[in-house]
């Protein structure tokens, strides 16, 4: 589509818009911006399709204005549909802002006083100079995916150091490929210190996944782009699959980021990056599925594409078929969003459930040593040498120092559990229940949030102490003895999301979350979406529930754990959601004590 006519003077103005010194003024060629010289000599036409321009009239963006007042409304639906809708120029002033406010939304933790990340500067280099040797990586990065997209020697050094002060002051980042590309996509539109500030929301947010950080997150995120793929994008599976007989898919969905990180052009990759700091990593599912798409199109219409120029490597054949993409990034963007029954519901169901079957037979690897970490319901750790290499495992791969995530058990030998005093269970029975939580938790320090011997029995207190700690372990011991309880993967405070509706929701919570029992029998009952790729009802995904006058865990046909506003009376009966027995024989009890313990650092 051809373009508005520019003259030469509104040429200039419009490179001038560049809002980062760290970008190489060149790398127009590079955003694909083709002049030609139209009928008249005065005039320059510009062939870019991701402006969206119509003859004589320009379309009407929307202000950042108009944006920021959205959002401060609460009304994330209306922006995220604003980003989705408007194809901004690639050289728009507006990400300056855009972008920073985009990402400052999903900030977690405390806002950075002023000067932070200089200091932190400071702190790694010993000087805020920008240094003319290279800069040593940290292990999260991958060194063969340092994309700069054309920013200039001084703008890669300044990535280079945003990254080195993200890991030192996130230790918990150990894998984290796309990390630099999107600080080098940042850099062309803010500073050095705005760039940090953005990637630490993206990577600290809570509510959204945007950054994979440990090659855990990185391997359930492309095996969840390949299940997704199976069932939203058949025949393009398939028929690589037949043409390719001896290739399994998991080889061609191992790089899926790169489709879209290293393959798509400059403009697309902007207006993708638009939707993905407000909605998260969705964004880009939803743009490989399209891709994956179009790409088999072209592989039954092109001879370029055909079988036997790409059996050998489709990998390679889906970048460089990227780099040519034949849609614009309007169009690419709008059939992504035009995806039916991709909510991200069904997404996360598939994440956890991936994520699950991998921890059940993952073998947890530090340095050369491995360990395979066990579910089974009757384990206990066997002895102390066994306890020393599963807290070496974990703490290996963690940087120790002053921004550590939390209180750590450093020493070999040193278990988080030791110092628990527990007045529901036994120390034994601690750590059968330590060797069921999910294996990055028991890194942390547990700590005691509340009890009913020490903060009465209220569910308000409960609420007051509890609700954004995530997660939180619940233990419960009856009148007659008996102990069992849940571990709670959301924060009860959830109880008062609404949803875009403005409704309260009334089940919560994730398929990490499961039951267990340790008095007079020891089991663990896991939600049964982990067991099988089979279709779930609504029945089998009720996790959490709470309100002021009770608290339920699991649901379907029963109740497995529900407890009174007084913490005095209960019930407890068979479940969908994890397929339980009820967890004590004569179905009601009373509470004798319930605890219910954080973990410091999280």
Same mark, same amino acid.
């Given at each position: 589509?051809?373009?508005?006519?520019?003259?030469?003077?509104?040429?200039?103005?419009?490179?001038?818009?560049?809002?980062?010194?760290?970008?190489?003024?060149?790398?127009?060629?590079?955003?694909?911006?083709?002049?030609?010289?139209?009928?008249?000599?005065?005039?320059?036409?510009?062939?870019?399709?991701?402006?969206?321009?119509?003859?004589?009239?320009?379309?009407?963006?929307?202000?950042?204005?108009?944006?920021?007042?959205?959002?401060?409304?609460?009304?994330?639906?209306?922006?995220?549909?604003?980003?989705?809708?408007?194809?901004?120029?690639?050289?728009?002033?507006?990400?300056?802002?855009?972008?920073?406010?985009?990402?400052?939304?999903?900030?977690?933790?405390?806002?950075?006083?002023?000067?932070?990340?200089?200091?932190?500067?400071?702190?790694?280099?010993?000087?805020?100079?920008?240094?003319?040797?290279?800069?040593?990586?940290?292990?999260?990065?991958?060194?063969?995916?340092?994309?700069?997209?054309?920013?200039?020697?001084?703008?890669? !050094?300044?990535?280079?150091?945003?990254?080195? $002060?993200?890991?030192? &002051? @996130?230790?918990?980042?150990?894998?984290?490929? +796309? #990390? =630099?590309?999107?600080?080098?996509?940042?850099?062309?539109?803010?500073?050095?210190?705005?760039?940090?500030?953005?990637?630490?929301?993206?990577?600290?947010?809570?509510?959204?996944?945007?950054?994979?950080?440990?090659?855990?997150?990185?391997?359930?995120?492309?095996?969840?782009?390949?299940?997704?793929?199976?069932?939203?994008?058949?025949?393009?599976?398939?028929?690589?699959?037949?043409?390719?007989?001896?290739?399994?898919?998991?080889?061609?969905?191992?790089?899926?980021?790169?489709?879209?990180? !290293?393959?798509?052009?400059?403009?697309?990759? $902007?207006?993708?990056? &638009? @939707?993905?700091?407000?909605?998260?990593?969705? +964004? #880009? =599912?939803?743009?490989?599925?399209?891709?994956?798409?179009?790409?088999?199109?072209?592989?039954?219409?092109?001879?370029?594409?055909?079988?036997?120029?790409?059996?050998?490597?489709?990998?390679?054949?889906?970048?460089?078929?990227?780099?040519?993409?034949?849609?614009?990034?309007?169009?690419?963007?709008?059939?992504?969003?035009?995806?039916?029954?991709?909510?991200?519901?069904?997404?996360?169901?598939?994440?956890?459930?991936?994520?699950?079957?991998?921890?059940?037979?993952?073998?947890?690897?530090?340095?050369?040593?491995?360990?395979?970490?066990?579910?089974?319901?009757?384990?206990?750790?066997?002895?102390?040498?066994?306890?020393?290499?599963?807290?070496?495992?974990?703490?290996?791969?963690?940087?120790?120092?002053?921004?550590?995530?939390?209180?750590?058990?450093?020493?070999?030998?040193?278990?988080?559990?030791?110092?628990?005093?527990?007045?529901?269970?036994?120390?034994?029975?601690?750590?059968?229940?330590?060797?069921?939580?999910?294996?990055?938790?028991?890194?942390?320090?547990?700590?005691?949030?509340?009890?009913?011997?020490?903060?009465?029995?209220?569910?308000?207190?409960?609420?007051?102490?509890?609700?954004?700690?995530?997660?939180?372990?619940?233990?419960?011991?009856?009148?007659?003895?008996?102990?069992?309880?849940?571990?709670?993967?959301?924060?009860?405070?959830?109880?008062?999301?609404?949803?875009?509706?403005?409704?309260?929701?009334?089940?919560?919570?994730?398929?990490?979350?499961?039951?267990?029992?340790?008095?007079?029998?020891?089991?663990?009952?896991?939600?049964?979406?982990?067991?099988?790729?089979?279709?779930?009802?609504?029945?089998?995904?009720?996790?959490?529930?709470?309100?002021?006058?009770?608290?339920?865990?699991?649901?379907?046909?029963?109740?497995?754990?529900?407890?009174?506003?007084?913490?005095?009376?209960?019930?407890?009966?068979?479940?969908?959601?994890?397929?339980?027995?009820?967890?004590?024989?004569?179905?009601?009890?009373?509470?004798?004590?319930?605890?219910?313990?954080?973990?410091?650092?999280?």
């Amino acid at each position: 589509m051809v373009g508005k006519v520019l003259g030469i003077k509104d040429l200039e103005q419009f490179s001038s818009r560049r809002s980062s010194v760290y970008v190489d003024p060149e790398c127009d060629k590079f955003f694909e911006l083709p002049l030609f010289i139209a009928a008249s000599s005065n005039d320059i036409t510009t062939k870019c399709q991701c402006f969206q321009f119509s003859p004589g009239k320009e379309p009407a963006l929307r202000s950042y204005t108009e944006i920021q007042q959205l959002l401060q409304q609460g009304k994330k639906r209306d922006v995220k549909n604003i980003l989705r809708e408007n194809s901004w120029p690639i050289n728009s002033p507006i990400r300056a802002q855009l972008w920073p406010m985009l990402c400052g939304q999903h900030q977690t933790k405390q806002q950075m006083l002023d000067g932070f990340y200089w200091e932190m500067v400071h702190q790694v280099f010993g000087t805020t100079e920008l240094s003319e040797k290279p800069i040593m990586l940290p292990a999260f990065v991958d060194a063969t995916h340092c994309l700069p997209y054309h920013l200039t020697s001084t703008g890669r !050094a300044v990535a280079d150091r945003i990254v080195n $002060v993200l890991g030192y &002051d @996130c230790p918990d980042i150990t894998y984290s490929p +796309v #990390l =630099y590309p999107i600080t080098s996509i940042l850099l062309h539109f803010m500073s050095e210190e705005e760039a940090y500030i953005c990637l630490a929301g993206l990577v600290g947010s809570k509510e959204k996944v945007f950054i994979n950080q440990t090659k855990l997150q990185h391997e359930v995120t492309w095996k969840t782009v390949m299940q997704i793929a199976k069932k939203h994008t058949k025949s393009a599976t398939s028929y690589f699959q037949r043409i390719c007989p001896g290739l399994k898919l998991e080889r061609i969905f191992m790089d899926w980021c790169w489709w879209i990180l !290293a393959g798509l052009p400059f403009q697309h990759l $902007v207006r993708i990056m &638009d @939707c993905y700091f407000h909605e998260g990593i969705k +964004v #880009l =599912y939803r743009v490989a599925l399209v891709i994956l798409n179009l790409f088999h199109k072209e592989c039954q219409s092109n001879n370029e594409w055909s079988p036997d120029n790409i059996k050998n490597d489709i990998g390679n054949a889906l970048i460089k078929f990227c780099k040519k993409i034949p849609v614009s990034p309007a169009k690419l963007l709008h059939a992504a969003f035009s995806i039916r029954g991709l909510s991200t519901q069904y997404i996360s169901r598939i994440f956890i459930k991936t994520e699950m079957l991998l921890k059940s037979r993952s073998v947890l690897t530090s340095g050369s040593k491995q360990l395979i970490k066990s579910r089974s319901s009757d384990n206990l750790p066997t002895s102390q040498s066994q306890v020393n290499i599963q807290m070496m495992s974990h703490t290996l791969t963690i940087r120790e120092g002053e921004k550590s995530p939390g209180h750590r058990a450093i020493a070999m030998g040193v278990y988080p559990i030791h110092n628990l005093k527990s007045q529901a269970c036994k120390n034994e029975d601690l750590f059968t229940l330590w060797s069921w939580l999910p294996v990055r938790i028991t890194m942390y320090q547990p700590v005691l949030l509340y009890t009913t011997e020490e903060h009465g029995c209220s569910l308000t207190t409960f609420y007051v102490r509890v609700e954004q700690h995530e997660p939180t372990l619940l233990m419960i011991k009856t009148c007659n003895n008996e102990v069992f309880g849940a571990y709670c993967s959301s924060r009860w405070f959830e109880r008062n999301v609404k949803d875009d509706k403005g409704q309260r929701q009334a089940y919560f919570g994730t398929g990490e979350t499961f039951l267990f029992s340790l008095y007079p029998e020891r089991a663990k009952y896991p939600w049964v979406g982990i067991e099988g790729d089979k279709d779930l009802g609504h029945s089998s995904e009720l996790f959490m529930a709470a309100d002021s006058k009770m608290i339920t865990i699991g649901g379907g046909e029963g109740q497995a754990i529900w407890m009174d506003e007084n913490i005095r009376f209960g019930k407890t009966d068979s479940c969908k959601t994890f397929n339980n027995p009820p967890l004590c024989p004569s179905g009601d009890f009373e509470i004798r004590v319930l605890e219910v313990y954080g973990f410091v650092g999280i």
